[in-house]
Structure formats: structure tokens, C-alpha cells
T-cell receptor, first 111, second 112 residues
């Protein structure tokens, strides 16, 4: 059974610092990996999707890497801003199309 | 264009009541998913439709949970005889086929 783990569970940084969020998964037979942002009381916003054949994806200040063989992905957020404060979730898709989520990393960026 | 919408946004039910949660996916999206998110945790898969066919219901926690998508667009998740442990946010997502999933705002269910 696929298990997804995110460490740390919570992170607090001063504004301007780079953020590094980690995600690991136990079964490397995945189709793709998706990073989401969730604001309190809201649904999930998709940030980046990395296909299993890709090593990384970039969007603005966000960069996500994928090392399928070691079961790891890292989300980098450059020059963090208070508006980046949210919970970040990673999820993998394997056979069956369903997403398996990690528990999330709660990020606070202090002004 | 319109995203995924869910209604109601909040639902309070007395233990033992039946509830129905609605999901309107993005127009033209073939795949529809339901997830359950407990407080402070990541979402967990409940069930998956491709058009009107329910292809996977392995995540439904008990036979009190039932989902349908009769015309391949709108879906309803029904919970019978609600229990306190059913309190959670229920998220719906849709995708064109099996790629990127787009989520609705969720329905927060509180069972008292």
C-alpha cells in the first residue's frame, strides 16, 4: 500500500527566506506527483504536476523536483512572502487514478 | 470558466440523520473523485467515477456511504445514519481523464 510522508509537519520562516518542503513515498510505481496548496477552510489549489518521466517542474517562484527511484520530491519556494503561508500537500497517482496524499506541511511566513 | 463547485458548503447533522452532498465538476471532465479530509490530516480517497461508471469505491468507509453520478456529470455522495466519526470535510475533484485533478471548495460536515 502506497504511503506518503511529509516532513516537517510545520515550518516557520522569516519573510524572504527560501522554503524547502519534503515529500517521500514508499512505492516508486507512480504515474505522476502533484503539489497542492490549501488555505484554512478552503479547498486545494494545484501548484505543480510532475509526470513520472520528468525530473522537475517550475512555475514562477516554485520549483518541484522528483526522484522516483528514491521515492522523493522536494518543493522549493524562493523568496518567501507572508502570502505563502498555507498548508502544502503532496500527492501521488499510481494505478487506479486516485491521489494518495501526505499529511501536509503547515507553513508560516513571518513579516 | 467555472471550476468545481460543491453544495452545501457547511452541513450540521444530528447523529442518525441522512445527508446528501453535491458536486458539480468542470464541464466536460470525464473523471470525478470524492475524498474525505479529517481535521489536520491529508485527504483520503473515497471513490472514483469515469463518466457514470463507478470504477473504484474501495475507500468508502462503510456501507452507510453511497455515491452516484447517474448522467456522468453531477455527483452526489450520500451518508446514511450519520455518526460522529463522519465529521470531516468532503472534497470533490474532477479531471479531463486521469491527469491533473481540480478540487472544489469542499463541504464541511459536522455531526452532533
Amino acid at each position: 500500500k502506497q504511503e506518503v510522508t511529509q516532513i516537517p509537519a510545520a515550518l516557520s520562516v522569516p519573510e524572504g527566506e527560501n522554503l524547502v518542503l519534503n515529500c517521500s513515498f514508499t512505492d516508486s510505481a507512480i504515474y505522476n506527483l502533484q503539489w497542492f496548496r490549501q488555505d484554512p477552510g478552503k479547498g486545494l489549489t494545484s501548484l505543480l504536476l510532475i509526470q513520472s518521466s520528468q525530473r522537475e517542474q517550475t512555475s514562477g517562484r516554485l520549483n518541484a523536483s522528483l526522484d522516483k527511484s528514491s521515492g522523493r520530491s522536494t518543493l522549493y519556494i524562493a523568496a518567501s512572502q507572508p502570502g505563502d503561508s498555507a498548508t502544502y500537500l503532496c500527492a501521488v497517482i499510481a494505478a487506479g487514478n486516485k491521489l494518495t496524499f501526505g499529511g501536509g506541511t503547515r507553513v508560516l511566513v513571518k513579516p | 470558466g467555472a471550476g468545481v463547485s460543491q453544495s452545501p458548503r457547511y452541513k450540521v447533522a444530528k447523529r442518525g440523520q441522512d445527508v446528501a452532498l453535491r458536486c458539480d465538476p468542470i464541464s466536460g471532465h470525464v473523471s470525478l473523485f470524492w475524498y474525505q479530509q479529517a481535521l489536520g490530516q491529508g485527504p483520503e480517497f473515497l471513490t472514483y467515477f469515469q463518466n457514470e461508471a463507478q470504477l473504484d469505491k474501495s475507500g468508502l468507509p462503510s456501507d452507510r456511504f453511497f455515491a452516484e453520478r447517474p448522467e456522468g456529470s453531477v455527483s452526489t455522495l450520500k451518508i446514511q445514519r450519520t455518526q460522529q466519526e463522519d465529521s470531516a470535510v468532503y472534497l470533490c475533484a474532477s479531471s479531463l481523464f486521469s491527469e491533473e485533478q481540480y478540487f472544489g471548495p469542499g463541504t464541511r460536515l459536522t455531526v452532533t
